[in-house]
């Protein structure tokens, strides 16, 4: 089992940055790492994640080049921070830290169904 913890969530203005956290606890082996998010009316979106046994990132078109995923790990504790620059109103979301077990191909899919840990969610609201 994997608990997963998210924290950062904020009001912010157009034009800010964020840094959203996750802290993922428990001894189940997990390689893929990830942030969805997911608007009112809207499916959910996979917008980062890390391959854990490479460290290497994919982004969704929605936000590369304006975010940044790094993780870091101590013994059966997982830290996967998220940080956004350049925030958009449509970036107002709640958004989820996940994590699974995926082969390097598939976890940059970043694809919902990949994942079976999630978080409760942490929202995000830029005006």
């Known amino acids: 089992h994997v608990q997963l913890v998210e924290s950062g969530g904020d009001s912010l203005q157009t034009g800010e940055s964020l840094t959203l956290s996750c802290t993922a606890s428990?001894?189940?082996?997990?390689?893929?790492v990830a942030w969805f998010r997911q608007a009112p009316g809207k499916e959910r979106e996979g917008i980062a994640a890390v391959f854990t046994e490479t460290g290497a990132p994919a982004y969704g078109d929605a936000v590369k080049d304006r975010a940044t995923i790094a993780y870091t790990k101590t013994n059966n504790m997982m830290y996967l921070n998220l940080t956004m620059t350049g925030l958009k109103s449509e970036d107002t979301a709640m958004y989820f830290c996940?994590?699974?077990?995926?082969?390097?191909?598939?976890?940059?899919?970043?694809?919902?169904?990949?994942?079976?840990?999630w978080g409760q969610g942490t929202q995000v609201t830029v005006s």
């Open positions: 996940a994590a699974g077990i995926s082969s390097i191909q598939t976890c940059r899919k970043i694809e919902r169904d990949r994942f079976p840990f």
């Open positions: 428990g001894k189940a082996y997990k390689n893929c």
